[in-house]
């Protein structure tokens, strides 16, 4: 599918948005800002990352994008150990920061996406962190007009590190969310893309949906899980009206802020674009494995329009 110059826009907002939410929130990560406190890029946090250096979950990302950048169907096994090598390769390269669960699996240097998937569901305990979901925006650029290629994309690339059946449906939700804005300029705020999806997803996420519209982050603390880190992503973007609002809302929600922020960021960047993002933010961008702004653009634009779908 060819975008159009504004769907292309949409397309590198998207990821921007995500490592401009990412970025903002490194500072801010497992405190609580109060309400008269400037939310910048002031780097630090738990990683003692720069000021505009993203973190684990826009490397992840790029990770994916890497690939889906190539035109290679990250639905096959050639697409999904290209990606799991270049988790591995980004965990190798000693990144300051990473999820649990990722380290459990990555520290095991799964040699392909069939082992990563089984180191993945033997970890004892519980799976259903938010890793995978913070990295799932390229999923959403790479199959443009093909839900159904979206949604089995986003399953698998979540399944390589998260072994749990709520973390990949809202990998699904969230990149479908993503396509879809991307493609038609708006925010699917009835949620749907459900349609896409098994009735018992629906049934499960449409309550939880409401209860971040209408609720308060306090209602949905623990967003360390992805069904909180979702419900506060979700409450950043349908209670503010742009994308520098969005963003800073999920870091003043607090806990895991740079996750729940690039999460948010990612389909805020999907819905307004790339101009959204505000120049200073996109400036100072950079992160794994050496790249900057300009570079994300050019993932971004390259995905899904090179035969990957």
Not at 126 to 138: E, Q
Not at 300 to 308: D, E, I, N, P
């Amino acid at each position: 599918m060819r975008r159009t110059t504004a769907q292309q826009d949409r397309a590198a907002g998207t990821l921007l948005g995500m490592a401009a939410g990412d970025a903002l929130g490194a500072g801010y990560e497992f405190t609580h800002p109060t309400p008269d406190q400037v939310i910048d890029m002031i780097g630090g946090g738990i990683g003692n990352f720069e000021p505009g250096e993203w973190t684990d979950d826009t490397s992840m990302a790029v990770a994916i994008a890497l690939v889906t950048a190539e035109g290679i169907d990250v639905r096959t096994d050639a697409g999904l150990d290209a990606v799991a090598a270049n988790f591995v390769r980004w965990f190798d390269d000693g990144p300051k920061d990473f999820g649990v669960m990722t380290g459990q699996v990555l520290r095991q240097r799964p040699a392909s996406a069939q082992a990563m998937s089984l180191a993945a569901s033997a970890i004892p305990g519980r799976h259903g962190g938010n890793g995978s979901l913070m990295r799932t925006a390229p999923i959403g650029l790479a199959f443009p007009g093909d839900p159904a290629a979206t949604a089995e994309a986003a399953l698998r690339v979540s399944a390589l590190t998260h072994d749990d059946n709520r973390a990949g449906e809202a990998c699904q939700i969230w990149s479908l969310l993503i396509e879809d804005a991307v493609r038609t300029g708006e925010l699917d705020r009835e949620w749907r893309v459900l349609q896409h999806l098994d009735s018992s997803v629906a049934d499960h996420w449409l309550p939880l949906k409401k209860q971040a519209e209408t609720g308060e982050p306090q209602q949905f603390p623990d967003n360390g899980w992805v069904v909180h880190a979702l419900q506060t992503a979700w409450w950043a973007i349908t209670t503010t009206d742009d994308l520098p609002r969005g963003i800073k809302a999920a870091v003043r929600a607090g806990h895991d802020t740079d996750t729940t922020a690039a999460i948010a960021g990612a389909l805020l960047g999907a819905t307004y674009g790339a101009a959204s993002i505000p120049d200073r933010w996109r400036e100072m961008l950079h992160g794994w494995p050496g790249l900057r702004a300009e570079d994300l653009v050019r993932l971004a634009h390259r995905t899904g329009v090179s035969g990957s779908a």
